[in-house]
């Protein structure tokens, strides 16, 4: 999740640590937890109080990249020429941004150890980063099928997924450059996807055209949608 959708609720202030480009116009950005803690996967809404009042420019929702073992928080986003992103960008060490609204479903379900398809649209991978870093990390299998879509050659965390897939046999991992999401294209690379739990995370509009086409032939669905997206900017 990447979004602008703003709640309202009880609010933390995390201290930026550093940050640093991944690839392309992807940046990310490392905070202190501020004592908050999280399942990989979840998402919550970030607040820069030096916007303003209007929280249709000052918040904005992300899925958290990093993984609760890793002991921060990392914000990877595609960095565009929004109020918020610039602002985000302009942050130094030591500055604030106020979190809230912890939330989100878009976890691994434990379900006697079948495998699950992942399908990420671009910046849709940072749910997956999350997860496949933290299952390693707890010394949980990685049962499953990446199909990365990306617009072009800019993948970000890509010398990093190679890696757990070298470590780990069980995950198997295809990039792919240039080509559409659609149920058809999952199901053409991972044929098996039509009997098990698909992951999808990605561009609003893909996610929920994806999702529908895939429920109607009986796949089992989960869901991250990242609103501001779309097939040119993925």
């Given at each position: 999740m990447d979004s602008n959708v703003a709640k309202v609720e009880t609010i933390s202030s995390l201290k930026l640590i550093s940050s640093h480009g991944e690839v392309g116009n992807v940046q990310t950005f490392v905070f202190e937890t501020g004592g908050i803690t999280w399942l990989a996967g979840q998402a919550q809404a970030y607040r820069l109080p030096q916007l303003g009042s209007d929280e249709k420019e000052s918040v904005r929702w992300f899925t958290i990249s990093s993984s609760p073992s890793e002991g921060n928080i990392h914000i990877s986003t595609r960095v565009s020429q929004s109020k918020f992103k610039q602002a985000l960008a302009a942050m130094e060490p030591g500055n604030e941004i106020q979190a809230h609204g912890l939330e989100g479903d878009f976890t691994w379900e434990e379900s006697a150890g079948e495998p699950v398809v992942l399908v990420a649209g671009g910046i849709g991978i940072t749910p997956f980063r999350s997860i496949l870093v933290s299952r390693q990390a707890e010394g949980k299998r990685l049962n499953a099928t990446l199909l990365?879509?990306?617009?072009?050659?800019?993948?970000?965390?890509?010398?990093?997924?190679?890696?757990?897939?070298?470590?780990?046999?069980?995950?198997?991992?295809?990039?792919?450059?240039?080509?559409?999401?659609?149920a058809q294209s999952i199901l053409k690379h991972a044929p098996q996807a039509a009997k098990q739990l698909v992951y999808i995370s990605g561009a609003e509009p893909m996610v929920e055209k994806v999702g529908a086409d895939l429920s109607k032939l009986g796949v089992r669905i989960k869901q991250d949608c990242f609103p501001g997206y779309d097939e040119k900017n993925y």
């Open positions: 990365y879509f990306n617009r072009d050659e800019d993948v970000a965390f890509k010398a990093e997924l190679e890696a757990l897939r070298e470590k780990h046999s069980d995950l198997h991992l295809e990039v792919i450059i240039g080509e559409d999401v659609s």
